[in-house]
């Protein structure tokens, strides 16, 4: 809701309609009871007053006017050159939001005073609106500046590096749950030989978030264990399987779960790390494509890949199985593995990037940086299998010296660095 682009100017519409009434309050008691003590020139008169509201209400609805025009520009940009996934970022942006809000703070305000002018002088509203379109003009001034830094796709492409890390932070941090990459095969089976209930979608879309914590909970709660078959990013349909239930004593609190389990009609970045890796891979491709043919766009997006990964390789744990804290196992979990997360990143880009030397060459060092400063010895060798599948799809044979030299010469850096 807080994402939305109403939510926010309502809030301030709703203080501007507020302020009014309070403005108008406090002018009638300062003219009713300091009538003869103000100065002449503090008192605004009906028809002045008139006219300057008029001229704002103008100027701020004008303002507001220009600033969605500027927004539908930079949504097309977004949709046309960088990606349709991408338009979530500007949408999203708190200074998009705060602007409109202020506007419709001053237009509001600048209409209802305009109303209630005609009845007597007022004091403090003129020059209270004064400073509103005032405020209003700076905001309008700051709304370019910040639109068209949004239109500059390294600083999109920063942005996006920014969310994927408090992502990451958010997914690996601390619970109060415990979780473990393995677990005895005995106390699985012997699980899922007990009664089973499966619990099917009720809706159809993207799969945005898992409350977890309140899931383990729930199933304490229920003394039962939670198969769960999908994960932050997994498109359903309704009736397909979302989870089994072992050991459920009352089956009619199965459909409880649901409200653990959000799922909207768009995919978003809550918690989905692979759909923001996602975001970077479709600016690439945009970049390399021949019709913006801008590989330095693309190189850029392929380095904030590689930082993702990398940050993933510190703190990344194939999570299957989370318990309570009494260490019970509650829930089960399909999870995604490092070297998929690999795949996802390169494949597209891999089958895209033509014989473009420079593509080549920023993936295999990605990778070369990756396994530098990696430490864990699992990454490394994922790494290094995965590595193949960028290295053979390079035709070798058919490269100039300069550019096989140019290759070979990272190439070699990786081999040195996984053979070390």
């Not at 501007?16 to 009871?33: G, K, Q, R, T, Y």
């Not at 619970?175 to 089973?196: C, G, H, L, S």
């Amino acid at each position: 809701m807080r994402d939305s682009f109403w939510f926010v100017p309502a809030i301030y519409s709703v203080i501007a309609m507020l302020m009014v009434l309070m403005m108008n309050f406090i002018d009638m008691w300062l003219i009713s009871s300091f009538e003869y003590d103000l100065p002449k020139f503090l008192i605004t008169s009906q028809d002045v007053a008139k006219d300057l509201y008029a001229s704002l209400v103008t100027a701020i609805l004008t303002m507001t006017t220009i600033s969605f025009s500027v927004i539908m520009v930079v949504l097309t940009t977004y949709s046309t050159q960088f990606s349709p996934r991408t338009l979530q970022d500007f949408m999203r942006s708190k200074t998009t939001h705060h602007v409109l809000g202020v506007f419709c703070f001053g237009f509001i305000f600048a209409l209802l005073y305009l109303v209630f002018v005609g009845k007597e002088e007022a004091v403090i509203g003129p020059f209270f609106m004064v400073v509103i379109a005032m405020i209003c003009l700076a905001f309008f001034i700051y709304f370019i500046h910040h639109s068209a830094r949004w239109l500059q796709v390294n600083n999109l492409i920063g942005k996006i590096y920014y969310d994927s890390s408090r992502v990451i932070n958010d997914a690996f941090s601390e619970r109060e749950t415990y979780e473990y990459e393995t677990w005895a095969k005995e106390d699985v089976n012997r699980i899922k030989q007990q009664t089973k209930h499966v619990h099917l979608s009720a809706e159809t879309g993207y799969v945005q978030s898992v409350e977890w914590e309140s899931l383990v909970n729930w199933a304490k709660r229920q003394k039962c264990v939670i198969d769960l078959h999908v994960n932050a990013g997994d498109y359903v349909m309704e009736g397909l399987p979302v989870a089994s239930l072992y050991a459920l004593d009352d089956a009619d609190e199965m459909g409880s779960i649901t409200q653990f389990i959000i799922i909207g009609s768009e995919r978003t970045d809550l918690e989905d790390i692979e759909f923001l890796i996602q975001k970077l891979v479709e600016i690439a491709l945009r970049a390399i494509s021949p019709s913006i043919n801008d590989p330095h766009t693309a190189i850029n997006s392929i380095n904030r890949i590689g930082s993702m990964l990398i940050k993933l390789g510190h703190i990344y744990k194939e999570v299957s199985y989370i318990t309570d804290d009494e260490n019970r196992l509650r829930i089960m979990k399909q999870t995604q593995r490092y070297e998929d997360l690999l795949y996802k990143s390169f494949y597209q880009i891999k089958h895209y990037a033509q014989g473009d030397v420079s593509i080549y060459y920023s993936l295999i060092e990605v990778l070369y940086k990756i396994v530098l400063v990696c430490d864990d010895r699992k990454i490394q060798k994922k790494v290094w299998n995965f590595h193949y599948y960028i290295v053979n799809a390079i035709e070798w044979d058919s490269l100039q010296d300069l550019d096989r030299k140019h290759l070979e010469s990272i190439y070699e850096e990786l081999k040195k660095v996984c053979k070390s």
